[in-house]
């Protein structure tokens, strides 16, 4: 059973661009939550996502945005691009319902904003 | 809203000693706890969790954790290191809202075992 994937890896972009990151969630789970962790912090919520609906939003711009597909992965965009973006985003899956409450994490995905 | 704070941002420790990483919370409501443990360009994998009932509670690798409402505390311990035990430790808060899964996460504890 895969766990999360997260795609790319690594990733460099310059000011003003655009990414987009992608997740696919643990086999069987309904849910998924980004994060940013800023090197040498703690991992802060950006926007949690369940039947392709964005239930919850962290302080993030609206330059960050997301997607939800039919088939539960889901996409993280960020537009005009700063260096402060610069960090590794995670990804977490769960059962909306699961009375275990684990949110299972991706590897991340490293972004670097030169 | 909720808050974490880990009082230690780094612990050195030999191998073989024992460990404690300290972890207070504030929240105007009750909520569950987890310790997440990151291992260098990795994600976070879940060491254990606080949701109910015995306010001691063991995880994986030898880790157990105890819950102090009074004190709001969920301090993660461990009788005796092993170098592999070197990693980041993160402390998290969420709340009780079934499906308010948005986790709240300290700034870590970068826990380094000497030999």
């Known amino acids: 059973d895969a766990g999360v994937t997260q795609s790319p890896t690594h990733l460099i972009k310059t000011r003003g661009q655009q990414v987009t990151l992608r997740c696919s969630p643990k086999?069987?789970?309904?849910?998924v939550s980004w994060y940013q962790q800023a090197l040498g912090q703690g991992p802060q919520f950006i926007f949690q996502?369940?039947?392709?609906?964005?239930?919850q939003r962290g302080n993030f711009p609206d330059r960050f945005s997301g997607h939800q597909f039919p088939n539960y992965s889901s996409e993280l965009n960020v537009n005009a691009l700063l260096l402060g973006d610069s960090a590794l985003y995670l990804c977490?899956?769960?059962?909306?319902?699961?009375?275990?409450?684990?949110?299972?994490f991706g590897p991340g995905t490293r972004l670097t904003v030169t | 809203a909720q808050s974490v704070t880990q009082l230690d941002s780094q612990v050195p420790v030999f191998e073989e000693a024992p460990v404690e990483l300290r972890c207070n919370y504030s929240s105007s409501v009750s909520v569950y706890l987890f310790w997440y443990v990151q291992y260098p360009n990795q994600g976070l994998q879940l060491l254990l969790k606080y949701l109910s009932g015995s306010t001691l509670v063991k995880g994986i690798n030898g880790f157990e954790a105890e819950f102090n409402k009074s004190q709001t505390s969920f301090h993660l311990r461990k009788p005796s290191v092993h170098i592999s035990d070197t990693a980041e430790y993160f402390c998290?808060?969420?709340?009780?809202?079934?499906?308010?899964?948005?986790?709240?996460f300290g700034q870590g504890t970068r826990l380094t075992i000497n030999p």
């Open positions: 977490a899956s769960s059962h909306l319902d699961g009375r275990n409450r684990e949110q299972y």
């Open positions: 996502y369940y039947e392709e609906e964005e239930r």
């Open positions: 086999s069987g789970h309904d849910t």
């Open positions: 998290a808060v969420s709340g009780l809202d079934q499906g308010a899964q948005k986790l709240v």
